[in-house]
């Protein structure tokens, strides 16, 4: 190991190494609260080691997911050797440090909180912590990052947020040559990305005795090149029958995991105990705490917090201990308490657009057979002292 580097021994890539500038990012109390939200929000493990799935984990994880694609890029593309093969290092050092930071302002329980807290998102939450931070660490840290203005701590915020047509928001510009960039976090184009990449990695790991898809899509990213006007990722058309199963490994994630019943049925439960307990920090309701408006409060929101603040509430319960879900049948009456709703798009409604870039022989492009379907379903549910009944209708899916 390099003098000065910090070595992280990860389930799914083994030893990370971070700089020195990196881990002082790392010990910051904002990335710090990232070990207490879990990864999965209610999702319980059948070993009962839910909490160690945390968005900690997955933002160092998704960092050094894009070291490793960067280095591909600079591999695999043939342009970049007019620059010595190299990524111009304040959009390299942009990227890796939005792809470790991107998640820095999720709320308590991960996308659960996005069903409590009206319009929360994490994405624009995360842009004063990026603030906070670089205000924090040493100042001689990140020259590149900080020259013209800042120029490329405002880049990261931009990256998080993954909108090249929101650019214009963050005061600066990317030349159309390394335009790219943009599709390597948070890739609203093409919808692959490191993060992604990481948390199905990741999430297989611990889930794999729940659902255990094929999980051959390494190359989709270790392939890919830049194109020639700089402005998009293409991938390998021989990768296509790959880039099919990243998706459909994320289909099978949400129906198997994510968006079990269970699930989706006890983010509402949180819902509901929140809003009535009107719960607070530092005299500010918890749904309205972001950490642009009061930043002590936020570095306290967090899973465990929560859960302190509505223990009173009696739907509480249901959150914390061993709780029973019962699914009646069609012909058995509900007493409806609540209702929440599935969506999970098939894979093709990915798949089928023209916003993806190829490279090499459109003949290596393999014929694949989508068995995705789109789910709509609708779930009502009510509540007893330790039991959950619900029902599950099938909707037509939306056209």
Known sequence: MEKGMYKYDDVVYGEIYLSEEEQEIVQTPQ??????????????????LEHTHNRFNHCIGTFHAAKLML???????????????????????????????????HGPFSHSWEHVAHNYEHEKIG?????????????TFFPELRENDNYGVCLIKALIQGKINKLSSFSIEVPEKYQFIFEIVSNEHQKIDVDKWDYLKR?????KDICSPDMDFDDVFLQAS?????KHIQ????????????????????RKCYLLPNNAILDDILRIAVNETKAKINGVNICEINAENNMAAFLELTDEKVLELIEKH??????????????LQ???KLKESGQTKIHIPSVMSYLNCDNFQFSGDPKDKPAVTDETETIEEAISFYTDETKIFYKIDILEPKQ
């Open 31 to 48: 990335f710090q609260r990232l070990k207490k939200l879990k990864q999965l929000g209610h999702l319980k493990f059948n070993n009962g």
């Open 71 to 105: 280095d591909a890029l600079e591999r695999n593309t043939p342009w970049l050797l007019g620059n010595n093969n190299k990524i111009p290092l304040v959009y390299r050092k942009a990227v890796l440090l939005a792809a470790l930071l991107h998640d820095v302002g």
């Open 127 to 139: 842009f004063a912590c990026v603030d906070k931070i670089f205000a924090t660490i040493k100042k």
């Open 203 to 207: 999430d297989h790991y611990h889930l």
């Open 226 to 230: 830049i194109s020639q006007c700089g």
């Open 235 to 254: 991938y390998r058309y021989e990768d296509y029958g790959r880039i099919y199963k990243l998706f459909a490994a994320r289909w099978q994630f949400h």
């Open 314 to 327: 009696p739907l509480s319960k249901l959150l914390t201990g061993q709780t029973e879900f019962c699914r």
């Open 330 to 332: 069609d012909n058995e």
